[in-house]
């Protein structure tokens, strides 16, 4: 009995083509993600943003003071706090591996729940990031 060659070259075909397909989505760019082959200009880090203070959704005084930390940022300068929309002026002070950001909100701020938004700018915009969290500010 005579069997059919074509489903079984068409099914050859079809398995070097995924393969083919698979390789150029593995090893296409290197550098597209964190730690991945090429790095250089083309690879980054996202900014890591974490340990707000006060917590999220604490009720604070007026003119409270906050702080955070942040990973993965070159420069103080790259950092940019922003409380209800209101620009803030921030401390920050090298740590070798993060930078532990000071700041006050601001005094006009009473009486209202209020998002404390932070924005890094990268060279690379695919490298910048963005975090933040609320407080309730009370009289």
């Known amino acids: 009995m005579k069997t059919p060659r074509l489903p ?20 296409s760019g290197h550098g597209g993600g964190s730690g991945g082959g090429g790095g250089g ?27 955070f930390l942040a990973f993965n ?5 790259q950092i940019k706090v922003s409380v209800k929309g ?9 740590k070798e591996t993060f930078f532990l950001v000071k700041g006050k909100l601001p005094a006009e701020l009473v009486n209202t729940t209020a998002r404390i938004n932070i924005k890094v700018t990268a060279k690379v915009s695919r490298c910048n990031g963005e975090n933040g969290w609320l407080v309730k500010i009370s009289e």
């Open 41 to 67: 200009e083309n690879g980054c880090l996202k900014p890591q943003l974490t340990k707000f203070v006060p917590a999220n959704m604490t009720t604070v005084a007026p003119e409270s003071e906050f702080s």
């Open 73 to 77: 940022v070159e420069k103080a300068g």
């Open 8 to 27: 079984a070259i068409l099914l050859m075909i079809s398995c070097f083509q995924v393969s083919a397909v698979n390789a150029s989505e593995h090893h």
């Open 86 to 94: 209101i620009p803030v002026e921030v401390s920050s002070e090298d």
